[in-house]
């Protein structure tokens, strides 16, 4: 009597990884360019925001030791005024410019990826080669996904901390506020969570119009349609704080708060605008009495809402950014299945 046995089948080899790295190769090698051009324009970009911070705190440091008073007249003080006055203007122009570098950033990530990176891929139709060299369209896209996130978290994370530490020393005369927009764009988690949002929308576009120069403006103006909207609702991401004075006196809200609302109350605490009875000329005091207004309301944000603010964005970002990458896969399987 024979018996059958069963042979037992050799495991197949796990090639998720080898494909991802040649991928990732593949990719570096064709863009190698940009990569060398992004590296060159990040370290001028560190360059100039530590150069400058480090001189503006040097004479702002050498003229608070030897200041300039209403005794000391002559052409010496005048001079060390003018460059006290000089190297705090520069440094807020140059992070002022700083901030807005990324501030945009997102919208040239999305640009990148959406056009060079995928759009131009369909367009001339070379991601067939990489389809047929055992490569799967998901790999395909996992590596021109991972590899551009693990540089836009290293680098973006290292630029924005290096802008936190340069707005941190601008306290005193021409000041980088905290929440004016493109500073708040620059600082804390949330330049990173848009980069990546900015990469995910890339991919979609890419994926969905599979032509270049479509996919990039579809992308761009997406990035900026999300940045725009969160900007505008960004004072509401966090309960704000309300100062009350009554009679004519504004109440004093702290030097570095973001005052996000001031208007008029009534006798039972119901908000008016702060120009309420403007138009009434002569007769404003008989319109404010009328509307029994008592005094002034200030809704702020002090500087320790910072980061409540800036986390509740960031995860709202980074929400977005995860659903619109699932959505690129989900779209290449559908129609590249």
């Known amino acids: 009597m024979s018996t059958l046995t069963r042979t037992a089948r050799a495991p197949r080899p796990d090639l998720t990884a080898p494909a991802l790295?040649?991928?990732?190769?593949?990719?570096?090698?064709?863009?190698?360019?940009?990569?060398?051009?992004?590296?060159?324009?990040?370290?001028?970009?560190l360059a100039v925001v530590?150069?400058?911070?480090?001189?503006?705190?040097?004479?702002?440091?050498?003229?608070?030791?030897?200041?300039?008073?209403?005794?000391?007249?002559?052409?010496?003080c005048?001079?060390?005024?003018?460059?006290?006055?000089?190297?705090?203007?520069?440094r807020q122009t140059v992070l002022g410019y700083a901030g807005l570098c990324l501030t945009v950033l997102p919208g040239i990530v999305?640009?990148?990826?959406?056009?060079?990176?995928?759009?131009?891929?369909?367009?001339?139709?070379?991601?067939?080669?990489?389809?047929?060299?055992?490569?799967?369209?998901?790999?395909?896209?996992?590596?021109?996904l991972a590899a551009p996130a693990a540089l836009l978290v290293a680098g973006v994370s290292a630029l924005s901390a290096v802008f936190t530490w340069a707005q941190a020393r601008t306290d005193g005369p021409y000041p980088v506020d905290w929440f004016d927009r493109t500073t708040f764009n620059a600082l804390g988690t949330g330049p990173v969570a848009y980069a990546l949002l900015g990469l995910a929308l890339g991919a979609l576009a890419g994926l969905l119009t599979r032509?270049?120069?479509?996919?990039?403006?579809?992308?761009?103006?997406?990035?900026?349609?999300?940045?725009?909207?969160?900007?505008?609702?960004?004072?509401?991401?966090?309960?704000?704080?309300?100062?009350?004075?009554?009679?004519?006196?504004l109440p004093r809200t702290p030097d570095d708060a973001w005052i996000?609302?001031?208007?008029?109350?009534?006798?039972?605490?119901?908000?008016?605008?702060?120009?309420?009875?403007?138009?009434?000329?002569?007769k404003a005091d008989r319109c404010l009495a009328d509307l029994d207004v008592?005094?002034?309301?200030?809704?702020?944000?002090p500087a320790s809402h910072f980061w409540p603010l800036q986390l509740a964005e960031t995860g709202i970002v980074l929400l977005l950014a995860a659903g619109v990458t699932a959505l690129a896969f989900r779209v290449l399987r559908r129609y590249h299945a």
């Open 50 to 76: 530590v150069g400058t911070t480090l001189w503006a705190g040097h004479v702002h440091d050498a003229f608070r030791a030897n200041p300039c008073t209403a005794l000391m007249t002559g052409h010496t």
């Open 21 to 45: 790295r040649a991928g990732v190769r593949v990719l570096a090698r064709q863009h190698r360019r940009t990569l060398w051009l992004a590296g060159a324009l990040a370290l001028l970009w």
């Open 294 to 301: 008592t005094g002034y309301f200030v809704d702020h944000h």
């Open 260 to 282: 996000t609302e001031t208007g008029r109350l009534t006798g039972d605490g119901t908000r008016l605008p702060y120009d309420v009875c403007w138009n009434a000329g002569a």
């Open 211 to 249: 032509r270049g120069v479509p996919a990039m403006s579809a992308a761009v103006l997406a990035t900026a349609a999300v940045a725009v909207a969160l900007g505008r609702f960004r004072g509401v991401l966090w309960p704000p704080e309300t100062l009350t004075g009554s009679g004519g006196i």
């Open 78 to 90: 005048d001079d060390r005024m003018r460059k006290f006055d000089l190297a705090l203007s520069v």
């Open 110 to 144: 999305a640009a990148f990826v959406a056009g060079p990176m995928i759009g131009r891929e369909f367009e001339s139709g070379t991601y067939k080669l990489s389809w047929t060299q055992s490569v799967s369209p998901a790999r395909w896209l996992l590596a021109r």
